[in-house]
């Protein structure tokens, strides 16, 4: 069973800049997708960012600002998020991918980390 863990969340002014980190329990990342998906209040979970061995996915919204990595030495996965928003404020998931191939759909997602609350304070 893998156990993803994020962490970096936190309380940040509008222009400012955070990096999320996502753990995993065990090596699966050389094979699998990950990505993070967002959820607002009130609001349905929404997908951010995806990236495969060697490609990228970015949402419309975060294109330009957001930026997904992955170290696979470290079983971890970054998001660094700059030029924050105050509608970027949610609570943002880490997610394993059912393939190695990056998709936007939240059900092709089997393992999902706790969330880390981001707040972007205008």
């Known amino acids: 069973q893998v156990h993803l863990v994020e962490s970096g969340g936190g309380l940040v002014q509008a222009g400012g800049s955070l990096r999320l980190s996502c753990a995993a329990s065990r090596d699966t990342f050389g094979t699998r997708a990950m990505a993070w998906f967002r959820q607002a209040p009130g609001k349905e979970r929404e997908f951010v960012a995806a990236?495969?061995?060697?490609?990228?996915t970015y949402s419309d919204s975060v294109k330009g600002r957001f930026t997904i990595s992955r170290d696979n030495t470290l079983n971890t996965v970054y998001l660094q998020m700059n030029g924050l928003k105050p509608e970027d404020t949610a609570i943002y998931y880490c997610?394993?991918?059912?393939?190695?191939?990056?998709?936007?759909?939240?059900?092709?997602?089997?393992?999902w980390g706790q969330g880390t609350q981001v707040t972007v304070s205008s």
């Open positions: 997610a394993r991918s059912r393939s190695p191939a990056r998709t936007i759909v939240a059900l092709e997602y089997d393992s």
């Open positions: 990236i495969s061995w060697t490609t990228t």
